[in-house]
């Protein structure tokens, strides 16, 4: 008869059983953050024609399967190696390295910080959807997972120059959904528009319907589920009146972005605009993603509406500057990026300006913004300008009248 296993026999001590509890929670909300992954393919696919659903599951398959990779290789040793002056860290790359030691758990950290990179990455994939080349969407997904998401990593989750300042981004507000978003407009702004969707004669906008609504939602219900483990895991660790405040805090903020969404739009347009309202639930979602562990929950049903109008209008704003964003993408996670890091400084219980804290944290958010704009934007915009400048930036006229599929 073979004999039991030693840990049997001896019995498990009370920290293998924390380490095996806290790996496992850290183990749920990876899962859920890579269902998001889902979600934006769906998402995209359902609010953008049907001629370019085979383009846009591919380049979402490729984010997350590359982004992985990448990220593993120099993206995590870039974000949380021992650093030099702040600004980027030396060496974990590989997973090599003892520098990062957050309780034992290194490993499946790596797995959970490894989706967000790859978020910050597949934000970009909606805003350049129906005209840029596959193989450079790819490289840009590269570039996004290697060094532009890492770098602000670095400077912020990282222990670099920002965080030095106070800057709270619990679950990445700025760091990862603005980065995506900066990121997003500058391509979109390099690509130009689709074909047909500005009048030529009046400017305007005209509206490009997406072939699947029912997609559009699933995907938007998809990352609405994600977003639990998104910000619920980002509290990294068993506390669990702390990660039940934060998922509350979670679901008031979307639900009230999704609500306002509606409701504002029903009565600007005349009628629910169910893909604007899907924004808005995203928009509520991103706006609470910095402040889920500092902000009241009133605050949090606050900054819910505040996002979900702040979205129509940004998504207003970006068609009368001719930027083409088929998703909203850049008004979702770019705009409502910056209020819902803003709305730490604002808001926070402790420290945010209407709570008597003054102006110290709401002045640290500002410069962390504006840092991290800085950065990314110059960066995508080497990035993005390079690829058009050696012609593989956009498809052509006849393809992309055909579809990229």
Same mark, same amino acid.
Not at 190 to 197: C, E, M, Q, S, V
Not at 225 to 251: C, H, P
Not at 356 to 362: F, I, V
């Given at each position: 008869m073979l004999g039991a296993p030693a840990y049997a026999q001896d019995g498990i001590s009370v920290e293998d059983l924390a380490l095996a509890t806290m790996v496992l929670y850290l183990m749920v909300a990876t899962v859920l953050v890579f269902i998001m992954h889902a979600g934006f393919a769906m998402l995209e696919a359902g609010f953008t024609r049907s001629k370019n659903t085979a383009n846009i599951i591919g380049k979402n398959l490729m $984010?997350?399967?590359?982004?992985?990779?990448?990220?593993?290789?120099?993206?995590?040793?870039?974000?949380?190696?021992?650093?030099?002056?702040?600004?980027f860290g030396t060496d974990n790359f590989f997973l090599l390295g003892d520098t990062y030691d957050p309780d034992a758990t290194l490993e499946i950290d790596f797995a959970f910080q490894a989706m967000f990179a790859a978020t910050a990455a597949t934000i970009v994939s909606g805003a350049v959807a129906e005209r840029m080349k596959f193989g450079a969407y790819v490289a840009v997904a590269v570039v996004m997972t290697g060094l532009i998401y890492p770098i602000v990593g670095a400077w912020t989750w990282g222990g670099g120059w920002i965080d030095g300042l106070g800057f709270a981004d619990f679950a990445g507000s700025t760091i990862v959904h603005m980065t995506g978003g900066m990121a997003?407009?500058?391509? !979109?702004?390099?690509?130009?528009?689709?074909?047909?969707?500005?009048?030529?004669? $009046?400017?305007?906008?005209?509206?490009?319907?997406?072939?699947?609504?029912?997609?559009?939602?699933?995907?938007?219900?998809? %990352?609405?589920?994600?977003?639990?483990?998104?910000?619920?895991?980002?509290?990294?660790?068993?506390?669990?009146?702390?990660?039940?405040?934060?998922?509350?805090?979670?679901? %008031?903020?979307?639900?009230?972005?999704?609500?306002?969404?509606?409701?504002y739009t029903r009565l600007t347009n005349g009628k629910w605009d169910v893909a604007m309202t899907a924004n808005g639930i995203l928009a509520?979602?991103?706006?609470? $993603?910095?402040?889920?562990?500092?902000?009241?929950?009133?605050?949090?049903?606050?900054?819910?509406?505040?996002?979900?109008?702040?979205? !129509?209008?940004?998504?207003?704003?970006?068609?009368?500057?001719?930027?083409?964003?088929?998703?909203?993408?850049?008004?979702?996670?770019?705009?409502?990026?910056?209020?819902?890091?803003?709305?730490?400084?604002?808001?926070?219980?402790?420290?945010?300006?209407?709570?008597?804290?003054? !102006?110290?944290?709401?002045?640290?958010?500002?410069?962390?913004?504006?840092?991290?704009?800085?950065?990314?934007?110059?960066?995508?915009?080497?990035l993005f300008g390079t690829l058009k400048a050696m012609g593989q930036l956009r498809v052509s006229e006849e393809e992309e009248i055909d579809g990229l599929d």
């Open positions: $984010t997350i399967s590359l982004g992985i990779l990448v990220y593993y290789a120099i993206g995590w040793g870039l974000m949380y190696g021992e650093q030099v002056a702040g600004l997003a407009l500058v391509g !979109a702004a390099f690509l130009g528009p689709r074909i047909g969707k500005f009048d030529p004669k $009046t400017g305007k906008a005209r509206g490009i319907p997406g072939h699947s609504i029912a997609l559009g939602a699933l995907g938007t219900l998809l %990352l609405f589920f994600g977003w639990f483990g998104f910000n619920g895991g980002s509290v990294l660790e068993l506390d669990g009146e702390l990660i039940g405040f934060v998922i509350v805090n979670t679901a %008031l903020a979307g639900g009230a972005g999704g609500t306002a969404a509606g409701i509520g979602l991103v706006g609470i $993603t910095a402040g889920a562990d500092a902000v009241s929950f009133n605050m949090a049903v606050l900054v819910g509406l505040l996002a979900g109008v702040l979205v !129509a209008l940004s998504v207003k704003m970006f068609d009368s500057l001719k930027i083409d964003d088929p998703v909203g993408a850049i008004s979702v996670h770019g705009t409502c990026g910056i209020l819902g890091t803003l709305w730490v400084g604002l808001a926070a219980m402790d420290g945010g300006l209407f709570f008597g804290g003054g !102006a110290e944290l709401l002045i640290s958010q500002v410069i962390g913004i504006v840092g991290v704009a800085a950065w990314v934007g110059v960066a995508s915009a080497i």
